[in-house]
């Protein structure tokens, strides 16, 4: 909690609201979106076809506002995965209910956990992997499912720099706030016996949740003992083994490799996924570097052109006409 006060600190300048004490002044990109596409690619999984399955096509999900009549007890936002045959897409829900209530800065935190490169990119990789059994493919172990989803609201943060100014940034560690702060009332209300209000008043106290917000999340953690820890139990799990990988890899290591290692097996227990991601580093290391081929050399070539390495080549390009 104390690194995430002072990342806030630091991003809350300029952020409308009471941020420290002190009122802020509105910022200049209040009414823009909270994440931008000029960020580096998204380094995710490649995926291993060019011809899109149901599943995939499907899999590009809508976005809609949650029904009025569950609105009020619906956190901010949700995602409901496509059908299995195709027939329905994935819906990214949107709690819509008394909007004056809900900060914008809030809105980067709350996508990015959800669509790409969320529980979205997840699970439509998930449904493509039609040599696992059906229990692989639909359902998982929370703390990979969910674990998934705020390592890549940190990811994005971090890797991609997706977030676009600091308001959007003091929104997604308003939300790691979040995720720290139930660790500690799931505890106590489970294993500490708190009370319903003792719990409010912290999740109140150490997050940029409004009160409507908090009350849903007690509620939920009040039912569903354990869940709000495995969230953040995955997330921090799945940066750990990603560290131990980049060490045992050393230059080798290669994001987009390492992503393709986590979601090709579907939402494994942490101790396989461990197992599994020491087996890719592994072989990783053990691979000679392949000869580079036609298109590498071209590209190569390329670069070494534009740096003033190679003369570039002037005149039209010709081909030869095949006359049948």
Known sequence: MERIASSEARAGEGVPGEVGGEPRAVPED??????????????????????????????????RPIEAYRAASSPPAFYQPAAADGSRPAVYYVNTLRPETRPLYNGGGALLPRPSPGTTCRFALAQELRELPDFRRYTGETAFVEGWALYAERMSDQDLHLYSGAPARFGMLGYQAWRAARLVVDTGMHALKWDRERALQYLREHTTLSPGEAANEIDRYAIHPGQALAYMVGELELFRMRDEVQRRMGEKFDLRAFHDAVLAHGAVPLSSLERLLREHAQSSRAKRPSAPGGAQRQRQRRRRARSGELPRLSGPRTRAKVRA
């Open 30 to 63: 209040r009414g823009r979106p909270c994440c931008s596409g000029t960020g580096p690619r998204w380094r995710g999984p490649r995926r291993r076809s060019r011809r899109r399955s149901a599943a995939s096509r499907a899999n590009r999900s809508r976005t």
